[in-house]
């Protein structure tokens, strides 16, 4: 695996990475906001094809739009992330893909779990989200067209664009392929 905007403070080990998110991160392009931001710390590995990548994710959020999660990416224009933002003191399960402008959609978790695993899925050019409070059963909350790429960048990333950083751990982080 390989960093892509490494973060100065991180450990990893056989089944865990703990990062220590920098504040004034984000991936966002566009839409509602007007700025581009692309420099979330994203550990991650080429995948060729069809895969199905799992994380379980828990975090120390404390500020607005704290995030931590999974990416899928082509390129700076071209990629998907999901995981937990935290929106007005709540976790929320959340999607952004982006081609050229980013979207974003949400479902609040107000009991504000204390870890949270999440799916994306490739079929092709298309790709679900789930998350689940268990490991187990998956909630949908997302599907759509992603790229058409033999292979894209798969991993784990997290971000604090509004605040002073956060601590998130990743634990069993797998890709697997049909």
Request: proline share 6%.
């Amino acid at each position: 695996m390989k960093w892509h905007n490494a973060p100065r403070s991180w450990q990893e080990s056989a089944s865990r990475l703990v990062v220590q998110t920098p504040a004034n991160t984000d991936a966002w392009r566009v839409t509602r906001h007007d700025f581009i931001a692309d420099n979330v710390p994203f550990y991650a590995l080429e995948v060729e094809g069809d895969f199905t990548a799992t994380v379980k994710v828990s975090a120390a959020y404390n500020a607005l739009y704290d995030q931590a999660g999974l990416m899928v990416r082509e390129n700076e224009r071209v990629w998907l992330k999901c995981g937990i933002e935290f929106v007005d003191g709540v976790q929320h399960a959340s999607a952004v893909i982006t081609r050229e402008f980013s979207d974003w959609s949400v479902a609040p978790l107000p009991d504000n779990p204390p870890a949270t695993w999440f799916r994306v899925q490739r079929f092709g050019t298309a790709v679900e989200v789930a998350f689940s409070r268990d490991g187990a059963a998956y909630t949908l909350i997302r599907q759509g067209y992603l790229s058409a790429a033999p292979t894209l960048l798969v991993g784990m990333m997290s971000a604090a664009p509004k605040g002073e950083g956060f601590s998130v751990t990743f634990e069993d982080f797998s890709i697997t392929q049909p």
